[in-house]
């Protein structure tokens, strides 16, 4: 039995929801919305990989400013060690030698691991009065992804600021 071409098969209209029935005729649109989950799935996966990069760099900036933070605390607390000697035996007063303190802190960042400074760029800045020592570390993080979007990176500075006392 051979199907005639001219036969139209029926179907129901709720096969086609776009499909509208006008006199009696099926009219299918000729823009559907078929066809948007390949796009839209693209444009969510951009945004996907941008703000899994910006959480990557975002955490690198935060770990290493608390890196360089612990280096600054660390090389302040060794540079108050720096108690003037002669003065305490004297007086019994605790102040720091100024040029004992800056020693002890610059040679305390100096001795750190190179993990914790491997974003120092710049010299740190040592300042000692009879009072306290004061450690400035100025460091640049590059960004690992976001550099797709911007060039640079991020500058951090950190101080830490420690005073001498003698504990009983």
């Known amino acids: ?20 029935k006008v ?9 559907t ?11 969510l996966l951009v945004g996907l990989i941008g703000f899994g990069a910006l959480g990557v760099d975002l955490w690198s900036v935060i770990s290493e400013r608390r890196a ?13 060690n720096g108690i003037d000697l002669e003065h305490f035996a004297f007086t019994g007063d605790v102040r720091l030698d100024r040029g004992d303190a800056e020693r002890l802190a610059a040679e305390n960042l100096a001795d750190q691991p190179p993990e914790v400074t491997r974003s120092v760029v710049w010299p740190a800045d040592y300042r000692a009065t009879t009072d306290e020592v004061q450690v400035v570390i100025r460091g640049r993080v590059d960004f ?17 600021v420690a005073e001498p006392r003698i504990e009983n």
Do not use: I
């Open 1 to 20: 039995m051979t199907v005639p071409v001219n036969t139209h098969v029926k179907m129901p209209l709720n096969m086609w929801p776009s499909c509208k």
């Open 23 to 31: 006199g009696g005729v099926v009219v299918r649109p000729l823009r």
């Open 33 to 43: 919305d078929h066809g948007w989950l390949t796009p839209a799935t693209m444009l």
């Open 68 to 80: 360089l933070q612990e280096a600054a605390d660390s090389s302040a607390r060794a540079g108050a």
């Open 144 to 160: 690992f992804l976001a550099h797709l979007f911007t060039d640079s990176g991020m500058d951090l500075e950190v101080r830490s």
